[in-house]
């Protein structure tokens, strides 16, 4: 039998029932085998469009997520927006890139290669598409571009979701830094951010993050922490849960306490725009001025109300 029939194969076997894949954990040998067919039917486009990125003697990993040549990466390899870099494709070919936006609160960033062309792309997941316990690949360039070597594939599961983080138990190196994170059916899902001694400590930037900020990426905007914290504050510490962001704590005598805003309560929305991770009420609150009065939307148990309050000034 060949691969391609021995992948065919397997695969039909999948067509009834609960996928190998969806299950909560694999069943079988079978099961195990009907991932990795899985993973090796996905694997030949993914490699396609995942690239090194190199810049002043550094290295790290990207993939193009555009025919006309989008690349995503960690933002701590893109840096400052209007940086030089070398984009290094599959073939060892070298082509001149520059960086755009990104965020350093989910450590997003992005490229964009000069040269005008149709490149290969791997797409990009849906909002919300990933969730924790899905199957996921890793690939990148550990160490840096090795034409003898090529990509490391990594086969693991989402441990953690957040809006602004992913974590996975993908075992990652150095170097693989701005690598992408598939699902099975080769979308990218996030991109490699920070990397652990341990296996199941790995973090990654959803594509969430990406595509929240989309044109203020490609404008060329870098959201900075630092800009962020001159802004207003509104002084509450949130988590994300499956109602939204959830009011875990009040900083004494903030904008929040003073407005009438109480632990439990779910934000839902600041000035009509909607909020539904750490991140965006970090940039949205950090992008006013102290003193804005704002119109915060929220949930208090089973009934929605709305709050007008005076951003404070972040204390000292």
Wanted: charged residues 25%; aromatic residues 4%; hydrophobic residues 35%.
């Amino acid at each position: 039998m060949t691969c391609l029939a021995w992948h065919t194969s397997v695969l039909a076997k999948e067509t009834k029932g609960l996928k190998s894949w969806e299950k909560k954990v694999p069943e079988s040998k079978q099961d195990l085998l009907s991932i990795q067919a899985k993973l090796q039917a996905t694997l030949k486009n993914a490699k396609q469009a995942v690239v090194a990125i190199q810049s002043g003697g550094g290295s790290g990993s990207g993939v193009i997520v555009s025919r006309e040549g989008l690349v995503l990466t960690a933002g701590h390899i893109s840096g400052r927006p209007g940086r030089s870099v070398k984009i290094v494709l599959p073939d060892g070919r070298r082509v001149d890139a520059v960086t755009m936006g990104g965020s350093e609160i989910s450590d997003s960033g992005m490229c964009k290669i000069k040269q005008d062309g149709e490149w290969p792309f791997a797409p990009m997941a849906a909002k919300g598409k990933s969730q924790v316990g899905d199957w996921c690949f890793a690939l990148g360039h550990p160490g840096g571009f090795m034409a003898k070597r090529g990509m490391v594939t990594r086969i693991g599961r989402v441990i953690d979701k957040q809006y602004a983080t992913l974590r996975t138990d993908c075992r990652l190196l150095g170097g693989d830094s701005g690598g992408p994170l598939f699902n099975l059916d080769g979308e990218v899902i996030g991109i490699h951010s920070r990397i652990a001694k341990y296996d199941d400590a790995n973090f990654h930037a959803p594509i969430e993050s990406y595509l929240e900020h989309w044109d203020v990426f490609n404008e060329g905007t870098m959201i900075s922490r630092r800009e962020l914290q001159k802004g207003g504050f509104l002084g509450v510490g949130t988590m994300e849960t499956e109602d939204g962001l959830r009011i875990m704590s009040l900083v004494n005598e903030s904008a929040a306490q003073k407005g009438g805003i109480l632990k439990s309560d779910v934000i839902t929305a600041i000035d009509g725009e909607p909020i539904d991770s750490q991140e965006e009420l970090i940039i949205v609150v950090g992008s006013k001025e102290p003193g804005d009065e704002v119109l915060i939307d929220l949930r208090r148990g089973k009934k929605d109300l709305s709050i007008s309050l005076e951003l404070g000034k972040r204390p000292e």
